[in-house]
Structures are given as C-alpha cells and as structure tokens.
Nanobody, 123 residues
Framework: QVQLVESGGGLVQPGGSLRLSCAASGSIISINTMAWYRQAPGKQRELVARITNGGSTNYVDSVKGRFTISRDNAKNTVYLQMNSLKLEDTAVYYC?????????????????WGQGTQVTVSS
C-alpha cells in the first residue's frame, strides 16, 4: 500500500508565498509523473502543474511565472512553490502521483491522490 501526505497549505495575503509538499511512502518501485491539481468551491478540479520523471514541467496558464513544481526522487516527494499568490488561487490543492508499486509480488501501475490541503488567499 502507498500513502501520500500533503502539507504546507494555509492562509496567506495576496502577494504572499506558500510551499506545498506531497510525500509518498510504501511499496513504491518508481514514480512517473507527479502533479498538483486544485479545486475551488463550485468549480471542477483543474491541473495546476505536472513534472515528469525526466524533469519536464507543464503549468496551467494562470500560474505560469508564479508557481514552480519540483521533485525529490530520493524522498518520493513533489513540491509546489507558489509565489505572488492571488485571490483566485484559493482552492483545495491535491497531489497526484502516477507510480509503479509492488503488490503481492507484482509490479502494478497505479494513480494515487493526496488528501488535499487548503490554500486560502485573503486580505
């Protein structure tokens, strides 16, 4: 079994910064793509940023130049550095990991989601 633990959310004023972390543990063989999604009240969940195991990154247009996704493969952890936060960045942020896990002697491709962490940008 694989567990994901998110941390780093909170309340911040417009223009402020936060750093989210998502650490995975368990019977992990390898992690392919790591990503951050967010869901604001009344809206659909959207992809914010993703990073491949080769280090290639993609961002939704609304966060380009403000957010940076990174990963530490040795720690099975993905980060999201969020700078110049805006009111519209308020949402619950979820990490998603596409990984290969060892289960019952088999290598299984699975997607895991974090529990979500609240980010509130307010003055």
């Amino acid at each position: 079994q694989v567990q994901l633990v998110e941390s780093g959310g909170g309340l911040v004023q417009p223009g402020g910064s936060l750093r989210l972390s998502c650490a995975a543990s368990g019977s992990i063989i390898s992690i392919n793509t790591m990503a951050w999604y967010r869901q604001a009240p009344g809206k659909q969940r959207e992809l914010v940023a993703r990073i491949t195991n080769g280090g290639s990154t993609n961002y939704v247009d609304s966060v380009k130049g403000r957010f940076t996704i990174s990963r530490d493969n040795a720690k099975n952890t993905v980060y999201l550095q969020m700078n110049s936060l805006k009111l519209e960045d308020t949402a619950v942020y979820y990490c998603k990991l596409e990984l290969i896990e060892l289960k019952s002697g088999l290598h299984l491709s699975r997607n895991y989601w974090g529990q979500g962490t609240q980010v509130t940008v307010s003055s």
